[in-house]
């Protein structure tokens, strides 16, 4: 083990983990305004550049050069480092999640996961938990009646739907007798898991959508009754950098959703080349990601009462009698 | 190296706490609490205890402290620069927390601490924590804490419950 | 334990992206604050009220009770994982754990307890 494989390549990957990361949530929101655009008949974003395909950057660029507005109000020091911490509670989930094999170059043989760990989806599921107080603490210290209940609607939210997500992925693991993602991805070699467990994808897949507060379950940002929730006093970079926590957020749990359930980098020809295992990947999470933007566009806001009396009084036992089911099944295979 | 990350990470770990206890806006303090639980997962990490440093930020970081948080906003005058940091029992906890920083250190000097390194955990823990906890030997512990667990439902409704 | 170094490196390439985004801007953006635009923007019109009062106990309670099913659910991650090599002891087991923790929802569900208000 010398100092390449201890640091330099670690680091050269988790660099371009979060680069890669990054572009992909500047086109992300393209594609969303885009897309949402044509659901209801309007062209979206078309000015900057072919298509608007510059748009993302005019963006970028905007954000970095608008003046900062501090309000007095504001507990400053909460108020300027919120934001970071949501964004790096956001990125560190992917530390663990393979999008491929393995190569080799230069000699090595390069993994491509930046650590796959025994405990892959326990860190996933607890990581989730940590960009929440970058969302809470910002709210709190805008020092505004809004965004706190956005605040306090956002945790209470991710805190409610983490119940119905743990037990989803124990049942998963009842199947796949282990958390490591390589593990599981393997376990479905020949049969995504979405034909095993349809409950608890549904499960998984709803409970995903809340954590990550997306419309029609985007509570803490319900700009009808809100003004923009948490996020309602920050301005440039800063919301900037809370936008971006929330597109990642939704990456990332695309990429879960089609690697606990749709048997991630693995298709058809995927073990011809590590490309073509990425490739599986991008379109696995592409069509999660169009299945969000889809559901956002057609589906109205829930309203908040129903929504939390929704995940625990038919999510969670669903959840519970999922797993219950699925362990008598597994015992009576084995 | 592993020592350098360890001392580093202890220094983190200790001054978040030091900030923790001495700050007086409790939710700057809630915020370095966070720190503090996921310093302390990471040295979980050190001990390669993986399943307990996953489990450590999962219920602390995720569960705790947002009750701890709930719980401060409970509390009245929270905002009031006015309110003193000390009441009038504080030479009582004072003692408390002397007594018990003078048994945990009579414990810690007194265990044997192995000198070599026990070893490798397997593989395949995760299995084998799971084996242990429904095995015999662990089994009542194991149906206990369920109890205790909605004990401590209950008695919270029935103590926070408006009426 | 190798793994581990790999996730704090990236953890530091994480934290380190929002400091630096951060700082960029720092440099660039004009800064001319003035009362007006420093006031709460809120909804458009004065705030009213504090906003750090003290909050319902009710909210507490909410959080305890996911304490209860959040432990709960780390005690079912290493059960699922051990599931295969278990006899039906380990299941029987299992669901008398679960069991009483679903007398627990179904109190607080009784209770009220579960209602967002």
């Keep these: 083990m010398d100092w390449i494989d201890a640091l330099l390549i670690p680091a050269i990957k988790s660099l371009v983990v979060i680069v890669v990361l ?12 885009k897309l949402v655009g044509r659901f209801v008949r309007r062209y979206g974003p078309n000015r900057a550049g072919p298509f608007g395909l510059l748009q993302p950057i005019a963006d970028a660029f905007k954000a970095i050069f608008k003046e900062e507005v501090i309000p007095t109000e504001v507990d400053k020091w909460l108020y300027v480092i919120c934001p970071g911490i949501a964004v790096a509670g956001s990125l560190i989930v992917f530390g663990v999640i393979p999008v491929g094999d393995s190569f080799m170059a230069w000699g090595r043989k390069i993994t491509m996961v930046v650590a796959d760990v025994n405990v892959g989806v326990l860190y996933v599921v607890a990581m989730a938990g940590l960009g929440l107080y970058g969302i809470f603490l910002g709210g709190w210290a805008s020092n505004n009646n809004f965004s706190l209940l956005g605040a306090l609607r956002s945790t209470a939210q991710v805190i409610t739907y983490e119940l119905p997500m743990g037990l989803a992925i124990a049942s998963i693991a009842t199947i796949t007798g282990s958390l490591r993602f ?15 467990q349809p409950v608890g994808f549904l499960v998984y897949f709803i409970s995903g959508m809340a954590e990550i507060n997306r419309s029609p379950f985007d509570m803490p940002e319900t700009e009808n009754e809100l003004v923009s929730g948490y996020s309602t006093e920050y301005g440039g970079i800063k919301f900037a ?5 929330e597109y990642i957020n939704m990456i990332v749990m695309s990429i879960l959703v089609a690697t606990l359930f749709l048997g991630g980098w693995q298709g058809p020809f995927a073990h011809l080349s590590p490309l073509l295992q990425l490739v599986w990947l991008v379109v696995k999470a592409a069509v999660v990601l169009f299945v969000f933007i889809w559901v956002r566009a057609s589906i109205p806001r829930v309203r908040y009462d129903k929504w939390m009396k929704f995940g625990w009084k038919f999510l969670v036992p669903l959840g519970l009698a999922n797993l219950a089911v699925t362990a008598v099944v597994v015992a009576l295979v084995a | 190296m592993a020592q350098a990350i360890f001392i580093i990470l202890s220094l983190i770990t200790l001054g978040c706490a030091l900030v923790v206890v001495t700050n007086r806006n409790l939710f700057h303090s809630a915020l370095y609490l966070a720190f503090v639980f996921v310093g302390v997962a990471g040295l979980y990490f050190m001990l390669q205890a993986e399943f307990f440093a996953g489990i450590q930020v999962l219920i602390y970081v995720g569960a705790i402290l947002t009750l701890i948080i709930f719980a401060i906003m409970l509390s009245r005058d929270l905002m009031n620069p006015n309110v003193r940091g000390f009441n009038r029992q504080w ?4 003692i408390v927390a002397g007594l018990l920083f003078v048994v945990l250190a009579v414990v810690l000097w007194r265990a044997p601490w192995p000198a070599a390194p026990v070893g490798e955990p397997s593989a395949d823990f995760i299995a084998e924590l799971g084996q242990a906890l429904v095995s015999p030997a662990y089994v ?9 667990l909605l004990a401590a439902l209950v008695g919270s409704i029935l103590i926070a419950r408006e009426r | 334990m190798q793994h581990y170094v790999f996730i704090g490196l990236f953890l530091v390439v994480a934290v380190l992206f929002p400091i630096i985004a951060v700082g ?13 635009k420093c006031s709460t923007y809120e909804c458009g019109l004065e705030t009213r009220g504090p906003t750090w009062v003290r909050f319902r106990a009710q909210y507490y309670l909410y959080a305890l009770i996911f304490v209860v099913f959040d432990i709960e659910v780390a005690f ?7 599931y295969n090599r278990l006899e039906l002891f380990g299941l029987i087991e299992m669901l008398i754990f679960l069991g009483i923790l679903v007398v627990g929802l179904a109190y607080a569900w009784r209770k009220g307890a579960l209602e967002w208000m």
Excluded: C, H, N
């Excluded at chain 1, 950098?241 to 926590?245: D, G, R, S, T």
């Excluded at chain 2, 009542?140 to 205790?148: Q, Y």
């Design chain 1, 241 to 245: 950098i809370y936008f971006m926590a």
């Design chain 2, 140 to 148: 009542l512990p194991f149906e206990v804490v369920s109890i205790l």
């Design chain 2, 91 to 94: 030479w009582a906890a004072a």
């Design chain 1, 182 to 196: 390589g593990d599981i991805i393997a376990a479905q070699k020949t049969l995504p898991l979405i034909i095993l």
């Design chain 1, 22 to 33: 990054l572009l992909a949530f500047a086109y992300m929101t393209y594609v969303e305004r």
């Design chain 3, 24 to 36: 960029v801007a720092y440099f660039l953006r004009p800064k001319r604050p003035t009362p007006e």
């Design chain 3, 76 to 82: 079912l991650y290493p059960w699922a994982v051990a």
